[in-house]
């Protein structure tokens, strides 16, 4: 589906500071006049919030597969309802985790087949760029308790954790769309890192101060 906005995906293990790249990335595109969404997933809804609380739940147990059709149910409201019509304002969206999240973290128990199917149904348009901020699973981790207490996800072994990022970068080698960042590095080279690949992709953005 073409639609005049841009959507650009964020992703990565935990504690690669996502939020905290999308953040300054939005305020430094609308210090140049873009209107931008700033958006998450599981979320960016009211129905995507509470499947977020769902699924981030400790105390909750959802099988692999219960976890992607969950992810993919609030991922098709996400998408109709907020993502779509921000893009057809001509908005550039700036989404924290999409279906790539889905496939590293659902990819150690769903077939790959299953997963391709929910999302060839649920994303009918896909990201124009994805950056995903790679560093390592024990720091990533570390820096994640730090920030709060552990949800669903964080409290997983270490070994899990370590598959999600392996298939990360399997995706990452994959996907030209798809650029990998170095995000165990400052917060400012990470950011620099990511203008770079900005201006490279978007050739009227060569000038984004």
């Given at each position: 589906m073409t639609?005049?906005?841009?959507?650009?995906?964020?992703?990565?293990?935990?504690?690669a500071g996502k939020s905290t790249q999308i953040a300054l990335l939005a305020e430094r595109l609308r210090s140049a006049g873009e209107a931008v969404t700033m958006?998450?997933?599981?979320?960016?809804?009211?129905?995507?919030?509470?499947?977020?609380?769902?699924?981030?739940?400790?105390?909750?147990?959802?099988s692999p597969l219960a976890e992607a059709l969950l992810m993919n149910a609030a991922r098709d409201a996400h998408m109709q309802?907020?993502?779509?019509?921000?893009?057809?304002?001509?908005?550039?969206?700036?989404?924290?985790?999409?279906?790539?999240?889905?496939?590293?973290?659902?990819?150690?128990?769903?077939?790959?087949?299953?997963?391709?199917?929910l999302e060839a149904a649920v994303v009918v348009r896909r990201p124009d760029l994805v950056l995903l901020l790679d560093l390592p699973v024990a720091e990533g981790l570390a820096r994640a308790k730090a920030r709060s207490t552990a949800d669903r996800f964080e409290g997983r072994r270490l070994d899990y954790h370590e598959g999600v990022r392996a298939r990360f970068l399997e995706l990452a080698a994959k996907d030209p769309n798809m650029h990998c960042i170095d995000a165990a590095q400052p917060q400012d080279d990470v950011s620099a890192a990511i203008l770079e690949v900005m201006r490279a992709h978007y050739p009227d953005w060569a000038a984004l101060p």
């Open positions: 639609l005049p906005g841009r959507f650009i995906t964020f992703e990565g293990p935990e504690g958006t998450r997933e599981p979320g960016g809804t009211p129905g995507g919030e509470a499947l977020r609380d769902v699924l981030l739940n400790p105390a909750a147990t959802w309802t907020l993502i779509l019509p921000a893009l057809q304002r001509g908005e550039t969206v700036l989404c924290d985790r999409f279906a790539a999240s889905t496939l590293a973290y659902q990819g150690d128990g769903v077939a790959p087949e299953t997963l391709a199917a």
